[in-house]
């Protein structure tokens, strides 16, 4: 029996009680991949990424783990929630619009405490002054370093279109707006590489674009770091409290944690390892978060039809933002349906021992979205769920 035909078999032992569809997660795979982002960041903290995880429960575990600390929000309004919950450390990775949730973080000491919000421009400054309604707390506030890699004189882009702020000076300049004026405090510096840590450099069946993207990304790293460099020194001269540097991302953690200027680190699809972060040389982690769909047809020999299963990830629509069949090994998408609305056939040969009511187990190919599909998720050990706890959807939330 394969490793992945014993997963099956701990799996379906484990449900068994349980109606498909269902969501799962394998708390020995969970926690060896904490460990292990722990060991590549070389001591220092992880800040786990909220959007990655979306449950409270799983957000706890982590985060009682030694090597862990603080949280990397998405929105205000899950800051908010997540600091009235007892989170005492949640920096909010995006600039917000939310009035009424910056006027409820400037009227509460307790949450004007714990939440850190993210700001690239003096004109979101001005948005949270006039969203305050009488609040008089001061408002923790990080910059946020566009980390892109600029070729040909700048004009081609390798990265994402995040921050305008990319210079040592344009950073301190935004730096001495926030420490002029009065109810802000700047304690923090991020700078994300996402075409560094979110893009695998071991693509399948490519290995002319892997070599492209290992050069790409090793060019990337030696640019940015010091130019992150020179950018905290900037910004240490105009605030000398500067509590934080964040930076990295899972498929970055090492090389990251590596620059002296970087304080944490932030990862979070690590701890889940959807299909998206199989691709890379730096590190292999343990799929902990899958779902199963049942298997409600069989309309011909080497076919089975599941119940529902298409559950597209965000970012450029292509088969890689797709859920991936795991187990069974062997089973495929028919290249005419992909994976449907409210059914999926699935081609290969072990749909031929595949019983009506049988589940089909797939990977999510990027980490939290899947918890947007669930209510619950049940956490399993050896072979039993030893808990069932809600998703951040579970609970009534849906940030976006």
Known sequence: MTPRAADRARYDRATAHLDAP?????????DANADDLVRRAGGKPVRVASKSVRCRALLERVLA??????IMSYTLDESLWL????FDDVLLAYPSADRAGFGELARDAKLAGAVTVMVDDPAQLDLIDRARDGGTEEVRVCLELDTSLHLLGGRVRVGARRSPLRTPAHVAEVARSVE????????????????????????????????????????????????RAAVVAAVRAVAPGLEFVNGGGTGSVQHTAAEDAVTEIAAGSGLFVPRLF??????????????????VRRPGVGVVTVLGGGYPASGAAGRDRLPVPYLPEG???????????????LLGSPADDLLIGDKVWFRHAKAGELCERFDALHLIE???VTATVPTYRGEGRTFL
Do not use: K
Request: a positive charge; hydrophobic letters at 45%; proline letters at 6%.
């Open 278 to 295: 199989d691709n890379y040389t730096s590190f292999t982690g343990r799929p902990a978060a899958l779902f199963a769909q049942p298997v």
């Open 83 to 86: 600091a009235r919950a007892g």
């Open 180 to 227: 002029r004026r009065p109810g802000f405090r700047l304690v923090g510096l991020m700078a994300y590489e996402g075409h560094v840590a979110g893009v695998g450099d071991a693509i399948a069946g490519r290995p002319v674009r892997s070599r492209a993207v290992r050069l790409m990304q090793a060019a990337a790293r030696r640019e940015l770091a010091a130019r």
């Open 331 to 345: 089973l495929r998408y028919d290249p005419q349906e992909g994976a449907g609305e409210v059914q999926t056939p």
């Open 382 to 384: 050896g072979d039993r």
């Open 22 to 30: 269902v969501a799962v997660v394998d708390l020995e795979a969970f």
């Open 65 to 70: 783990r030694d090597g862990f600390a603080g």
